[in-house]
């Protein structure tokens, strides 16, 4: 509730606040999944609502915590039933510091992923999740808590690969305080009053 920020083109921005803040309902609206009930939602001035769903969504590539694997292998996985060069998929496996272990699998990318993947770690799960994100080259990534089961090592790893990979729109939503000073800027949903006591 009256609440209003911008988030600039092109930079890296923190969502940080408690559970039930709004974070995770933000991202929800800036994916055109449940429109505001007050305001609107502007892109370059122009309201949300106004602009074509699939075109808007072409732009975006989301990844969270929990990530969906399905029957086929890695590289399936990562392309996700899209039209994605190898190489593609390669760089964006690089990027989500993934390559490390896929290449232990024994088929390597080839690798067989059956039973919803279950003999690989939450973390290895993540970091395929990252990379199908990543793959498309989209202009805005959201990550919702993406990074929440790797180690503090290869979170940093990762996010300092993703921004090397300069001019796209980064959105962090991230309870780590680590993560969200890595970014340029940071929306912090706490009410008023709890950061000044903080401070």
């Known amino acids: ?33 449940n429109p505001p009930t007050q305001g ?3 892109v370059d001035g122009r309201d949300l609502a106004t602009i074509d769903r699939s075109s808007w969504l072409k732009l975006l590539s989301v990844s969270g915590q ?3 694997l399905m029957e086929g292998t890695v590289l399936d996985n990562i ?20 390559t490390e272990f896929i290449e232990d699998l024994p088929y390597g990318f080839d690798e067989w992923l059956g039973d919803e993947a279950i003999r690989l770690s939450g973390g ?5 999740g990252l990379a199908r ?8 990534l959201i990550l919702d808590e993406a990074t929440s089961a790797l180690d503090e090592e290869t979170e940093m790893r990762v996010f300092s690969a993703i921004k090397q990979d300069a001019g796209r729109t980064l ?10 000073r890595l970014m340029k800027n940071q929306i912090d ?6 950061i000044a006591k903080l401070r």
Request: aromatic share 4%; hydrophobic share 45%; proline share 7%.
């Open 133 to 140: 994100a990543l793959a498309s080259r989209p202009q805005i």
């Open 79 to 98: 392309r996700f039933r899209r039209d994605i060069p190898d190489e593609d998929i390669r760089w964006a496996a690089d990027v989500a510091c993934a």
């Open 40 to 42: 609107m939602i502007a």
């Open 1 to 33: 509730r009256n609440l209003s920020f911008s988030i600039r083109a092109g930079e890296t921005t923190a969502l940080t606040g408690p559970s039930g803040s709004g974070k995770t309902t933000i991202l929800n609206m800036i994916l055109d999944l």
């Open 189 to 194: 949903l706490r009410p008023p009053a709890a």
């Open 124 to 128: 290895q799960r993540q970091r395929i």
């Open 66 to 68: 929990d990530v969906e």
């Open 171 to 180: 959105i962090v939503v991230s309870h780590r305080p680590a993560v969200a």
